[in-house]
């Protein structure tokens, strides 16, 4: 079993819904989480980066953190085609430098 | 916002040659790293570094070797390529300790004939 699963996609939506993005994971002792967004042919940029529970916003994303569920989502609102990207999920333990990906979420937002 | 500069976009190389990937980063950050990603496989750690001439290996090391001479500058070596590596490779970097979000390139597309 993966320490992290993510749900490859592809993810089809149209402009203007709510998407929801998440990942699930099996080792409690991680503490910090991210979201990486990938457009094609570039390298993964930072979007969102939480510590434990809650939520977290910025514009129109919001992360969610659910450590009881081992449980992480990322909502776009009011998706634009601009959006339309791999999703990436990572985390990790306390204290260290590794991160541990998911394999990515393919999303379409169609005008 | 940080920077981190990968040499080239795109490489072709032939199978057996000795191939160079360079990474500079210009935000003084202490950790770099070296994935790879294939459809399929996610991001595959390679090696990373978490200071000058220190090393250490990621989850794939097999064929590949790391040089870090600078603080800013992160080469990953295959030292005889073969066509298993053809893929993309990308470069990241993130701050002194640990729990710091990675920074990335824009990757460089390898292909090996």
């Known amino acids: 079993q993966k320490e992290v699963e993510q749900d490859p996609g592809p993810l089809s939506v149209p402009e203007g819904a709510i998407v929801s993005l998440n990942c699930t994971y099996s080792n409690s002792a991680f503490q910090y989480f991210m979201w990486y967004r990938q457009y094609s042919r570039k390298g993964p940029e930072l979007l969102m980066y939480t510590y434990s529970s809650g939520n977290k916003e910025d514009g129109r994303f919001t992360a969610q953190v659910d450590k009881s569920s081992k449980y992480i989502s990322l909502f776009i609102r009011d998706s634009q085609p601009s959006d339309s990207a791999t999703y990436l999920c990572a985390m990790c333990h306390p204290g260290y430098n590794k991160l541990i990906f998911g394999a990515g979420t393919r999303l379409a937002v169609h005008p | ?113």
């Open chain 2, 1 to 113: 916002d940080v920077k981190v500069t990968q040499s080239s976009r795109y490489l072709v190389k032939r199978t057996g040659e000795k191939v160079f990937l360079e990474c500079v980063q210009d935000m003084d950050h202490e950790n770099m790293f070296w994935y790879r990603q294939d459809p399929g496989l996610g991001l595959r750690l390679i090696y990373f570094s978490y200071d000058v001439k220190m090393k250490e290996k990621g989850d794939i090391p097999e064929g590949y070797s790391v040089s870090r001479e600078k603080k800013e500058r992160f080469s990953l070596i295959l030292e005889s390529a073969s066509t298993n590596q053809t893929s993309m490779y990308l470069c990241a970097s993130s701050g002194q300790g640990g729990n710091q979000p990675q920074h990335f390139g824009d990757g460089t597309r390898l292909s090996i004939l």
